[in-house]
């Protein structure tokens, strides 16, 4: 979803040339398939969005695939570009780095401030560890080989490109999918995950994609005043969140699913409240732009086309 914005956005400002390729073409888990495309690529800066994600019920049925393809995929990669030559990098980690309790909104420096959230403990890790990767190299090889590996941690993210996978997949895309099937078939009721009482910080893909070149493209002394060698991360938000049951009601309205919304208190809520001190970005000169209730209709235009595509199958 990330990889599918920043493309999209770099080729329409046209001032590089955009190499690509998809997950089914080349595996970053393997190290010499890593390596490989890296000595026949050579390429000038990385921006590494890869990473294996899912909603609470993914990270909890999968911990071991979560922080194993995740630190697999960050090592290979990191490395592999430092090996051949990447000065600039870009890391895309996420929210969930950040303890279960932290203050709200979180600031980057609450990272490693107390107890992770354990549905998703194995995912942070390996995202903490993406982060400290970057840091460790720059505080090794950032004078002698010139290098400036960044992290940029977004909120929780929705858009164009999601997984709306039924059981797999983020809040966003499970409820549009949960929603314009109930409308399809007549249900009276949806039921929703946890107690609807949770908060939660929600950023367009768009949003993200336009944050992080914004990031990768800060001059080098203006990203070392704003930031630490070993407190390096910065925070892509909006500034605002909603209650889990202000979204399901938020996205009922959207798909047109005029039944009632009931909350399942025997599912998971995940961590009280996920809001991201953005303020280090506002002050570098970005904030988003895309408003909640847009960017909703946004994804469920995509959701739309998304099934067409597979009924076309």
Avoid at 136 to 159: A, C, E, K, W
């Amino acid at each position: 979803m990330v990889g599918g914005a920043l493309v999209r956005q770099l080729q329409a400002r046209g001032d590089c040339d955009v190499i690509i390729r998809t997950s089914s073409e080349l595996n970053l888990v393997r190290q010499a398939d890593t390596e490989a495309f890296f000595a026949q690529e050579r390429p000038d800066a990385v921006y590494l969005a890869a990473a294996r994600v899912g909603g609470i019920h993914a990270n909890n049925q999968y911990p071991a695939e979560f922080i194993y393809r995740n630190l697999m995929i960050e090592a290979n990669v990191i490395d592999a570009a430092f090996r051949h030559g990447v000065r600039r990098l870009l890391f895309l980690g996420s929210s969930c780095i950040y303890p279960r309790l932290a203050p709200q909104p979180m600031a980057e420096d609450s990272l490693l401030t107390g107890p992770l959230e354990p549905t998703n403990e194995p995912y942070a890790i390996a995202k903490i560890a993406g982060i400290k990767l970057c840091e460790s190299y720059n505080r090794q090889f950032g004078t002698s080989h010139g290098i400036d590996y960044r992290s940029v941690m977004p909120t929780n993210l929705y858009g164009p490109g999601d997984n709306y996978h039924p059981t797999d997949s983020h809040v966003i895309p499970g409820l549009l999918r949960r929603f314009h099937e109930a409308k399809l078939t007549g249900a009276t009721e949806v039921a929703v995950w946890g107690t609807g009482e949770p908060r939660r910080e929600f950023l367009h893909v768009d949003d993200m994609a336009s944050a992080c070149i914004h990031v990768m493209n800060l001059d080098p002394d203006t990203y070392a005043r704003n930031t630490t060698l070993m407190m390096s991360h910065i925070n892509v938000g909006t500034g605002s969140d909603v209650s889990i049951g202000e979204l399901a009601i938020l996205v009922a309205n959207v798909v047109g699913f005029t039944g009632a919304i009931r909350f399942d208190s025997s599912r998971p809520d995940g961590a009280p409240r996920k809001l991201m001190d953005s303020n280090r970005l506002a002050s570098l000169g970005w904030t988003a732009t895309i408003p909640l209730a847009d960017g909703l209709r946004d994804a469920y235009q995509d959701f739309i086309a998304h099934q067409n595509t597979l009924r076309q199958q």
